[in-house]
């Protein structure tokens, strides 16, 4: 599975696209990633599991597009993310209080390094919003 994560990294440029590439939470999660994959500086990692169980949560409501993990880097065999994004047209506040238990670093609106070109067009009044771990 990983190999086949890798493949579509690859095919959106990585890593020589001005974007950084985006996944479904399916190819990420799927692909056997390491508890490091993603949030690896938190002190307190609450487990791969629970990022699995929180953002499939949070991707299941109704006034949620979809939630994308963004690939920072390739090394060896461990795929790399510290951000991912939420599509939807709820208020950061709430946001906030959805993503809360994974510890993140900042929430912002928007795609940080312009729009992956694997990301789709929003519904209306929907708004990207951008959860880092640092």
């Not at 086949?4 to 974007?19: H, N, W």
């Not at 999660?29 to 994959?37: G, I, L, N, R, T």
């Not at 993603?38 to 953002?55: D, M, Q, R, V």
């Not at 208020?91 to 912002?108: N, Y």
């Amino acid at each position: 599975m990983k190999n086949s994560l890798k493949e579509k990294i690859y095919a959106q440029g990585y890593p020589d696209a001005k974007t950084a590439p985006i996944v479904s939470l399916e190819d990420f999660f799927e692909a056997d990633v390491e508890e490091s994959s993603i949030g690896c500086n938190l002190l307190e990692h609450p487990g791969i599991f629970t990022f699995h169980k929180i953002l499939f949560n949070i991707r299941s409501k109704i006034n949620v597009q979809d939630v994308f993990v963004e690939i920072m880097e390739i090394e060896d065999d461990l795929i790399f993310s510290e951000r991912i994004y939420i599509l939807t047209d709820s208020h950061i506040s709430e946001i906030i209080q959805w993503i809360e238990p994974l510890q993140p670093t900042e929430i912002d609106e928007g795609y940080t390094f312009g729009k992956p070109s694997l990301a789709p067009e929003l519904r209306a009044d929907y708004k990207v919003f951008s959860v880092w771990w640092d």
